[in-house]
């Protein structure tokens, strides 16, 4: 097996920079995911729900109090993968991903459908995200934006073609069993790539993030090549890691918000079911087409002004959504929110090592990751309270902004700590 590695490593890497294929990799990891995203789900719930003689809100607690409990398991994971490495953890989280879907899929009652969700969001909404954008972030610097846009376009194409695929799989073999074929298709997708093409940092090999020489100076490496980067007990002590992290908090709860309550908003504005879900498309269009362009600003921009930008993207969206009455201003409000859900996306994996940099990575994304997921979970309970308070979601929206527009104006004060202090740690 290793020797297979090595010759695989070494008609690859005299043909070009072996990053490509890391790339090529982790973004299929991403895709992968797809098991554990909120889109797949959200085909088997009424089946779920009535094969189980449970409620629909019952499948959605359940969901949302395992997705809460999976999310504080990350941190520990985001250790290992420092550890361990990227490839031996993913490898690792790959098999277990298929072991979990399958084990959905034999749910019996609420107690294994919540032990079922669980595993399945932290293995693959957490760990499988976590591990793809490190391998992108350590074999990427200067070009780090770019390819994590690129990275993206996997969870872009899940959201595209899983949904489609389970329901093509129910009406074929049932719910249940659809679960055992999406676990065997993770299996036999991403474990040979991962054990054959996988490596975890390029310096190990004799190469340099973007395939750069080895005198030029990165992000992440010193003057002389040293992989640097702050341990995850000083990052949390910068200034950097709570604006970085109050942000992403902010906007994984708020975008959440809005994907979660689009059809019921529009609803209550006069407009159809049918345009509600077709904007979905259209932002999910506009999304893919816009992150390499995203990637690229990111690179060759300050970070600080994107994350600022996105922010503020976001709040014109949460007070926009109020505003959409017709067809017309819902494609206008589609347009923005795809550029924003690409935005966002993109930052997912760029900002911690841009910031932090690439020695003690995992540890550190672990920590965002779990910010992320706990706020995705969360973000939807302030609207649906409002509402259910109210009868109107117009008011929680207009001060849900407020909170996204105080965030883009705290993200112009970033500034990035010494990499270097911490490099021979």
């Known amino acids: 097996m290793k020797?297979?590695?090595?010759?695989?490593?070494?008609?690859?890497?005299?043909?070009?920079?072996?990053?490509?294929?890391?790339l090529f990799v982790a973004t299929l990891a991403m895709f992968a995911s797809g098991p554990g995203q909120s889109h797949t789900f959200s085909v088997f719930v009424d089946l779920i729900a009535a094969d189980l003689g449970i409620t629909t809100t019952s499948v959605a607690t359940a969901y949302a109090?395992?997705?809460?409990?999976?999310?504080?398991?990350?941190?520990?994971?985001?250790?290992?993968?420092?550890?361990?490495?990227?490839?031996?953890?993913?490898?690792?989280?790959?098999?277990?991903l298929g072991f979990a879907c399958i084990a959905f899929g034999a749910a019996i009652g609420v107690i294994t459908l919540s032990l079922s969700f669980m595993v399945l969001r932290f293995f693959?909404?957490?760990?499988?995200?976590?591990?793809?954008?490190?391998?992108?972030?350590?074999?990427?610097?200067?070009?780090?934006?770019?390819?994590?846009?690129?990275?993206?376009?996997?969870?872009?194409?899940?959201?595209?073609?899983?949904?489609?695929?389970?329901?093509?799989?129910?009406?074929?073999?049932?719910?249940?069993?659809?679960?055992?074929?999406?676990?065997?298709?993770?299996?036999?997708?991403m474990i040979p790539l991962l054990w054959f093409l996988t490596h975890d940092k390029p310096e190990p090999l004799g190469l340099r993030p973007d395939g750069a020489a080895p005198e030029e100076t990165m992000d992440g490496n010193s003057s002389n090549g040293d992989l640097t980067g702050l341990k995850a007990g000083?990052?949390?002590?910068?200034p950097a890691f709570w604006i970085v992290g109050t942000g992403l908090f902010t906007t994984a709860m708020l975008i959440t918000t809005l994907f979660f309550f689009q059809v019921s908003i529009f609803d209550q504005q006069g407009l159809t079911g049918t345009v509600a879900t077709t904007?979905?498309?259209?932002?999910?269009?506009?999304?893919?087409?816009?992150?390499?362009?995203?990637?690229?600003?990111?690179?060759?921009?300050?970070?600080?002004?994107?994350?600022?930008?996105?922010?503020?993207?976001?709040?014109?969206?949460?007070?926009?959504?109020?505003?959409?009455?017709?067809?017309?201003?819902?494609?206008?409000?589609?347009?923005?929110?795809?550029?924003?859900?690409?935005?966002?996306?993109?930052?997912?994996?760029?900002?911690?090592?841009?910031?932090?940099?690439?020695?003690h990575l995992g540890s550190i994304q672990g920590i965002g990751q779990a910010s992320g997921v706990i706020g995705a979970s969360l973000g939807p309970l302030p609207l649906g309270i409002a509402?259910?308070?109210?009868?109107?979601?117009?008011?929680?929206?207009?001060?849900?902004a407020i909170l996204p527009a105080a965030c883009a104006i705290l993200a112009l004060f970033l500034v990035r700590p010494d990499h270097g202090m911490e490099k021979n740690a």
């Open 279 to 359: 904007m979905f498309g259209v932002s999910a269009l506009i999304m893919a087409v816009t992150m390499p362009a995203i990637g690229k600003t990111l690179d060759q921009a300050n970070p600080k002004y994107v994350f600022s930008f996105t922010l503020l993207l976001l709040a014109i969206c949460l007070y926009g959504i109020t505003l959409v009455t017709d067809a017309k201003t819902a494609i206008i409000y589609a347009l923005a929110f795809g550029v924003l859900t690409g935005a966002n996306m993109t930052l997912f994996g760029f900002m911690w090592a841009h910031y932090f940099g690439r020695k």
């Open 234 to 238: 000083s990052a949390v002590r910068t």
């Open 387 to 400: 509402f259910d308070m109210y009868g109107s979601y117009t008011g929680a929206l207009h001060l849900l």
């Open 3 to 22: 020797q297979i590695r090595s010759y695989i490593l070494k008609r690859l890497k005299a043909q070009f920079f072996y990053g490509w294929v890391i």
């Open 124 to 189: 693959g909404q957490g760990s499988m995200m976590l591990g793809a954008t490190n391998l992108v972030a350590q074999w990427f610097s200067s070009k780090r934006g770019f390819a994590m846009s690129i990275l993206m376009l996997g969870f872009s194409a899940s959201m595209a073609i899983h949904p489609k695929l389970g329901q093509w799989l129910i009406d074929q073999v049932g719910w249940r069993e659809a679960w055992f074929w999406l676990g065997v298709m993770t299996w036999v997708m």
């Open 65 to 96: 109090l395992a997705t809460l409990i999976a999310a504080f398991a990350l941190t520990r994971m985001g250790f290992f993968v420092d550890r361990y490495g990227a490839r031996n953890v993913l490898v690792v989280v790959a098999i277990f």
